[in-house]
């Protein structure tokens, strides 16, 4: 693994009046080599719109990538695709996920994000338990995440994602 190139995936902040798709919030995919940040990528996705997915596979380079979580933006949604982690510090509240979903949409994210979520396994890592979906073998997405988990459970690459997509929202809420 000592060239191994991660991607990590998360979005940034938006105003509570972008949702229901009044706005766009930004989409951070970063690229690491071993614990080096390489590049970084930014895409902007509509708050609880449905295109998350194609954002990413336009800016991704095709790596195993850690995603925070299956939803970004709201319940805008990214449906991975191969040599992926999707990533949660904590367990889900299923039942609230769904009924938020109930309540607001009617299309094939419910399928798609309850599914992931009912998914999970759980995992002991040396900063504790977490969360993960992943077509990986189990033991090889707990040495990547691992590898990451350099100043808490969250690997690098989705903590950094998560640093530089809340400032890059504050930035484009204020434009």
């Not at 390489?38 to 995603?67: L, Q």
């Not at 979903?101 to 994000?113: P, Y």
Request: proline fraction near 3%; aromatic fraction near 12%.
């Amino acid at each position: 693994m000592k060239d191994l190139l991660i991607s990590g995936v998360d979005d940034g902040y938006f105003p509570l009046s972008y949702k229901g798709g009044n706005g766009k919030a930004p989409l951070v995919v970063t690229l690491f080599e071993r614990l080096k940040l390489k590049d970084i990528n930014i895409g902007f996705i509509t708050v609880d719109g449905n295109e998350a997915t194609e954002v990413f596979e336009r800016i991704n380079w095709g790596v195993t990538t850690i995603f925070d979580g299956v939803t970004y933006a709201g319940f805008n949604y990214i449906i991975p695709k191969k040599n992926y982690i999707v990533f949660y510090g904590s367990k889900p509240n299923y039942q609230e996920v769904q009924r938020a979903l109930q309540g607001h949409f009617n299309d094939e994210r419910k399928e798609i994000i309850l599914r992931v979520l009912h998914d999970l396994t759980r995992i002991e890592t040396k900063w504790g338990s977490i969360y993960i979906n992943t077509d990986l073998d189990i033991m090889d997405a707990r040495n990547v995440i691992e590898t990451y988990q350099v100043i808490s459970k969250y690997p690098e690459p989705i903590r950094y994602a998560h640093v530089i997509g809340k400032a890059v929202g504050h930035w484009h809420s204020r434009c």
